[in-house]
């Protein structure tokens, strides 16, 4: 007795498409196959979908404690399960940071409340807890360790090498990095004085971001930590990390995907702003070379949100960040749909690889015996991207007003819809991710 069977749908497996029939127990995937006459308790149809293994959202800031006006995490998973996403890591920077066992314990507790999705927590590296990552990143739910090379929102900064290379000493798991170089980001700020936000990519230029890529991979070297290069936005870190792709996974953002400057900036102003920044079409060209060729690893929305109000400020004083993760989905399926990756390639980047580089367990394969996490799409389907849709608590998405082909039909999280038509369904039913 299967507890729900798909029916019919065209399913992405490790051996490529095919029109096969899901069968659940217990929350797991027991059985791919022609399961017509089966017993089950619940047929739901899946003729014109395709069926892909849950995406995971590697990286993603749901402000949870501290910033709850701009997120929390039932929020934050609301969103992602209305865009399809079955499970999200996030990231440290909160208020307090997550940077010991009690704070990253009260998350994992607060998260098997309110999230809608899995989850897993980075806990944040710090000058005080360099020499305790190795106990730290062994609790529940830690998917890894956070460093922030460079500046950007909240206190979490390592910037002497001294101390970061103390970090890459302690433990095991792979240490993800905020990758711009601090010293060259303060002495280039004063250059900006009373200028706009369309000078964020030549504040925050290619070479703050090589110069601390190219650091850090030495220290990774010293040490034989693997490193997770979060967000990685230039043409020049690329053959850095071609060259070490043996100690060194690679992480790409949809915006800088879909979006460049100085287009961005004269369309969106400050919604534009993130760190690193989107920077012009030759990096946006470059990062689509990498993709395509197998250089990156995975996807990662970088879901950052500030209320409207906030990024209403002038520039510098405006924050760097915006909404992604509910977007996620329907952007890439429309990159699939304009023929720039296969459907196969996106999988890999947003489910398969995730869960390789983090050793997410029984995650991230169409297979029997993983986790019944599956995120339905209509690839067809041809829709508008509106603010209106945003579940986030900021309510807006820089992509508002895009119209994109394909599209998430339904979220299963171990067996059980929490999303489906574009209507959240039961209640929030997450758990911590397990890790090997």
């Known amino acids: 007795?299967?507890?729900?069977?798909?029916?019919?749908?065209?399913?992405?497996?490790?051996?490529?498409?095919?029109?096969?029939?899901?069968?659940?127990?217990?929350?797991?995937?027991?059985?791919?196959?022609?399961?017509?006459?089966?017993?089950?308790?619940?047929?739901?149809?899946?003729?014109?979908?395709?069926?892909?293994?849950?995406i995971i959202d590697p990286q993603?800031?749901?402000?949870?404690?501290?910033?709850?006006?701009?997120?929390?995490?039932?929020?934050?998973?609301m969103a992602a399960a209305l865009g399809g996403v079955t499970a999200y890591f996030e990231m440290p920077n909160t208020n307090p940071s997550t940077d010991s066992a009690e704070r990253l314990a009260w998350k994992v507790e607060r998260a098997k409340q309110t999230s809608w999705v899995d989850f897993a927590f980075f806990i944040g590296a710090s000058n005080e807890n360099a020499d305790h990552i190795g106990e730290l990143e062994r609790a529940e739910g830690c998917c890894g360790v956070k460093m922030f090379l460079g500046s950007s929102t909240g206190s979490l900064l390592v910037d002497d090498p001294a101390v970061q290379k103390r970090v890459l000493e302690?433990?095991?798991?792979?240490?993800?990095?905020h990758s711009e170089d601090e010293a060259r980001l303060k002495a280039r700020k004063p250059l900006f004085e009373g200028k706009g936000v369309e000078f964020h990519?030549?504040?925050?230029?290619?070479?703050?971001?090589?110069?601390?890529?190219?650091?850090?991979?030495?220290?990774?070297?010293?040490t034989g930590r693997r490193l997770?290069?979060?967000?990685?936005?230039?043409?020049?870190?690329?053959?850095?990390?071609?060259?070490?792709?043996?100690?060194?996974?690679?992480?790409?953002?949809?915006?800088?995907?879909?979006?460049?400057?100085?287009?961005?900036?004269?369309?969106?102003?400050?919604?534009?702003?993130?760190?690193?920044?989107?920077?012009?079409k030759r990096h946006h060209d470059a990062l689509w070379k990498a993709v395509q060729s197998g250089l990156v690893d995975v996807l990662g929305s970088?879901?950052?949100?500030?209320?409207?109000?906030?990024?209403?400020?002038?520039?510098?004083?405006?924050?760097?960040?915006?909404?992604?993760?509910?977007?996620?989905?329907?952007?890439?399926l429309d990159h699939v749909n304009e023929g720039r990756l296969s459907l196969e390639r996106f999988v890999d980047l947003s489910s398969t690889s995730v869960a390789r580089v983090f050793n997410a367990r029984r995650k991230g394969r169409l297979v029997p015996g993983y986790d019944a996490d599956l995120t339905l799409v209509d690839?067809?389907?041809?829709?508008?991207?509106?603010?209106?849709?945003i579940a986030s608590k900021v309510k807006w998405t820089p992509f508002d007003g895009k119209r994109v082909r394909g599209w998430p039909v339904g979220t299963i999280v171990r067996g059980a819809f929490v999303m489906r038509d574009g209507a959240l369904v039961g209640a929030p039913r997450g758990q911590p991710v397990q890790f090997d």
């Open 1 to 54: 007795m299967f507890d729900l069977v798909l029916r019919n749908g065209v399913c992405v497996t490790p051996s490529g498409r095919q029109q096969l029939d899901v069968g659940i127990v217990g929350g797991r995937i027991a059985e791919l196959g022609h399961l017509a006459g089966r017993p089950a308790t619940e047929v739901v149809d899946a003729t014109g979908l395709h069926v892909l293994p849950g």
């Open 60 to 77: 993603v800031h749901f402000r949870e404690p501290g910033l709850t006006w701009k997120e929390d995490l039932g929020s934050g998973s």
């Open 170 to 177: 302690s433990g095991r798991k792979r240490v993800a990095c």
């Open 201 to 222: 990519p030549e504040w925050r230029d290619e070479q703050c971001a090589v110069d601390s890529t190219r650091n850090i991979i030495a220290l990774a070297r010293q």
């Open 228 to 280: 997770h290069l979060l967000h990685v936005t230039t043409a020049g870190e690329l053959p850095l990390l071609e060259a070490n792709r043996d100690l060194v996974t690679i992480e790409v953002p949809p915006q800088h995907l879909t979006m460049w400057a100085p287009d961005c900036y004269e369309r969106l102003g400050t919604l534009a702003q993130m760190n690193p920044p989107i920077r012009e």
């Open 302 to 332: 970088d879901h950052a949100p500030h209320a409207l109000d906030e990024k209403a400020k002038p520039w510098p004083s405006s924050p760097s960040g915006m909404p992604g993760v509910q977007t996620l989905v329907p952007v890439m």
């Open 379 to 389: 690839l067809r389907a041809s829709r508008v991207i509106e603010n209106s849709w």
